[in-house]
């Protein structure tokens, strides 16, 4: 019964593309995890933000996530597991980016900076 339940939860790891696949068609809500200079710098288009330091102070969830399964993603891949691990144990679905947003801009995906402009990763 525990197998089934985690299975149900679906994949503890997505790659960049499966993660913008997922964010695009609506079945999950892209969630960023790092501090807000590195957000400001270069993140994922339609992502949202909430800091990792935020959510471990007990900070809630946009209330574009809430109720929605969430990717967490940060800058290489350690952060957004620690917020998956928490946001499912609070009962919620969710799953994280293996390479962060370094991988997401390796992939070719887009990253939205400034004004609009290029982002960067930093």
């Known amino acids: 019964m525990f197998f089934d339940l985690f299975r149900s939860r679906g994949p503890r790891r997505l790659t960049p593309v499966q993660a913008h696949r997922r964010a695009a068609d609506g079945r999950a809500v892209l969630l960023d ?7 400001e710098a270069g993140h994922a288009p339609d992502a949202l933000h909430l800091p990792l330091s935020r959510l471990t102070a007990g900070a809630p969830l946009p209330s574009a996530a809430q109720g929605t399964p969430v990717v967490a ?3 290489s891949g350690k952060r957004s597991q620690q917020a998956a691990e928490i946001l499912a144990g609070l009962g919620i679905e969710a799953t994280d980016v293996t390479g962060g947003m370094t991988a997401w801009a390796s992939a070719g995906l887009p990253v939205a900076g400034p004004d609009g402009n290029d982002g960067v990763i930093a």
């Open 73 to 75: 993603i940060c800058r």
């Open 33 to 39: 995890v790092r501090e807000t200079a590195e957000w």
